[in-house]
């Protein structure tokens, strides 16, 4: 395998079962598929979002891919469209100037870090009242 080929994720879904169905259709035209995360995404399904469950094929089979998928009903969104969840969260970190500043993985941390301590301070002081 050539050192330049690379694989690229095409699709993302929420359920195991949809991210089967693309990749059924995608491998009965003859592309060769991978799925990401599908067992945490079964694992933590309900606790954590990781993102879902992506496809990912081989970048030299993508227009094929695109086809396939168009023909078979799937929505192929545009190159400077972002996911949903992607604009909630980046469009509400805007008002932030400092929060603003960082990558959409570094501003999630920070957010998860400001809500982890706010819990602990909650726990701290809750259980001092009870004692």
């Known amino acids: 395998m050539e050192d330049d080929i690379k694989m690229v994720e095409i699709a993302r879904f929420q359920f195991n079962s949809d991210a089967q169905a693309l990749v059924a259709?995608?491998?009965s035209e003859g592309i060769d598929c991978y799925l990401r995360n599908e067992t945490s995404n079964?694992?933590?399904?309900?606790y954590?979002?990781?993102?879902g469950v992506r496809?990912?094929?081989?970048e030299t089979e993508v227009e094929h891919a695109m086809?396939?998928?168009?023909?078979g009903g799937y929505e192929i969104p545009e190159e400077d469209e972002l996911p949903e969840t992607v604009q909630a969260i980046g469009g509400?970190?805007?008002n932030i100037p400092w929060l603003n500043?960082?990558?959409?993985?570094?501003?999630?941390?920070?957010?998860?870090?400001i809500i982890a301590v706010f819990l602990g301070l909650l726990i701290y002081f809750g259980s001092n009242d009870l004692l």
């Open 25 to 27: 259709l995608l491998r």
């Open 42 to 46: 079964q694992v933590f399904a309900g």
């Open 48 to 51: 954590v979002d990781i993102g």
């Open 55 to 58: 496809v990912e094929i081989l």
């Open 67 to 71: 086809e396939v998928m168009r023909s």
């Open 92 to 94: 509400w970190s805007k």
């Open 101 to 113: 500043s960082l990558s959409f993985e570094k501003q999630l941390i920070v957010l998860f870090v």
